[in-house]
Each structure stands twice: as structure tokens, then as C-alpha cells.
């Protein structure tokens, strides 16, 4: 059924499942298994002057976030090994492309036949009015199938 999937994950409450869903679809159809994560730049890149007014904070914020992106995706590796597959690591960023975009296009450049995605389950209509969630983004502009998971915020 589907050869090669393209999970994306977060750091969020939603990662477990996500992973979950994948590792079982990748057994199931004996699928190579993509891990991607997307880092945020565009506070970087929107702000040319940032760089000049903090010079030191910029470039170090940068590194900290691939470090801690790749340390992520290290431990989701790990998770989806111990469970029997092997997975290959994804890691992209930009300073101009929203989120969705950068999936969407990654999804396309690995010959993805499924892209699955969690959704955080909010909401916020006003929100999604004016921006669009990650989620509806990438179903509106996908050329590959898309899994959507859907979390519930956790209750306090």
C-alpha cells in the first residue's frame, strides 16, 4: 500500500501518538519510515536588524535550536528502533518558508507516498481564520496523501 512514509513531529504533547500511528503503518505495509522535524526561522529572517542589535544571540539561539532538533530526532530514532524499524532523520529549517510549506516540499523531495501529520485538536476558529493551522495548510496544499492524527489538548 504505501512505500515510504514521512512522519513529522514536534516537540509537543502529540509526538507519542504520532509516532505510534507511523511505526504501526510502517510495519504493516513494510514501509521505509521518514522522521522529519521543521525548524522555525522565521523570526531570523523577518528581522534583519536583529542580528545587528543582538549579534552573539542570533547565531547562538540558531545553534541551539538544530542542537536541540537534533537530540530530538536522535530520541525519536531510538523510540522507532526499539520498536523494530529503522527510520531515516530529517531535519529542515528556514528563515522564510512557513512550517507547512517546508513539509509539503520535503514530503515531495523524499517521493513520500504519506505524509502524516498530528493536529493539536485547538480551537481557535478566529485563529485558523486569519493564518490556517499547520494541519489545514498542508491538507490544502499536499500533493501526496496525508494522515492527520488527532490529540485533544491534555486536560489540567
Given at each position: 500500500m504505501y512505500k515510504r512514509i514521512l512522519v513529522a513531529i514536534d516537540d509537543s504533547f502529540m509526538t507519542d501518538k504520532v509516532l505510534d500511528t507511523a511505526i504501526a503503518l510502517s510495519k504493516s505495509c513494510g514501509a521505509t519510515l521518514g522522521l522529519l522535524h521543521a525548524l522555525d526561522e522565521t523570526m531570523f529572517?523577518?528581522?534583519p536588524s536583529a542580528e545587528n542589535l543582538l549579534p552573539n544571540s542570533v547565531g547562538k539561539a540558531e545553534f541551539r535550536m538544530?542542537?536541540?532538533a537534533g537530540a530530538f530526532l536522535d530520541k525519536a530514532a531510538q523510540r522507532v528502533a526499539a520498536a523494530g524499524v529503522e527510520a531515516e532523520l530529517k531535519l529542515v529549517e528556514s528563515e522564510t518558508k512557513h512550517i507547512s510549506d517546508m513539509l509539503v516540499d520535503t514530503a515531495k523531495e523524499w517521493n513520500a507516498d504519506l505524509l502524516i501529520?498530528?493536529?493539536h485538536g485547538r480551537p481557535g476558529m478566529v485563529e485558523r481564520f486569519f493564518v490556517g493551522s499547520v494541519a489545514e495548510r498542508i491538507v490544502r496544499r499536499a500533493t501526496t496523501?496525508?494522515?492527520l492524527v488527532r490529540g485533544e489538548l491534555p486536560s489540567d
Amino acid at each position: 500500500m504505501y512505500k515510504r512514509i514521512l512522519v513529522a513531529i514536534d516537540d509537543s504533547f502529540m509526538t507519542d501518538k504520532v509516532l505510534d500511528t507511523a511505526i504501526a503503518l510502517s510495519k504493516s505495509c513494510g514501509a521505509t519510515l521518514g522522521l522529519l522535524h521543521a525548524l522555525d526561522e522565521t523570526m531570523f529572517g523577518h528581522h534583519p536588524s536583529a542580528e545587528n542589535l543582538l549579534p552573539n544571540s542570533v547565531g547562538k539561539a540558531e545553534f541551539r535550536m538544530r542542537k536541540g532538533a537534533g537530540a530530538f530526532l536522535d530520541k525519536a530514532a531510538q523510540r522507532v528502533a526499539a520498536a523494530g524499524v529503522e527510520a531515516e532523520l530529517k531535519l529542515v529549517e528556514s528563515e522564510t518558508k512557513h512550517i507547512s510549506d517546508m513539509l509539503v516540499d520535503t514530503a515531495k523531495e523524499w517521493n513520500a507516498d504519506l505524509l502524516i501529520v498530528g493536529t493539536h485538536g485547538r480551537p481557535g476558529m478566529v485563529e485558523r481564520f486569519f493564518v490556517g493551522s499547520v494541519a489545514e495548510r498542508i491538507v490544502r496544499r499536499a500533493t501526496t496523501s496525508v494522515l492527520l492524527v488527532r490529540g485533544e489538548l491534555p486536560s489540567d
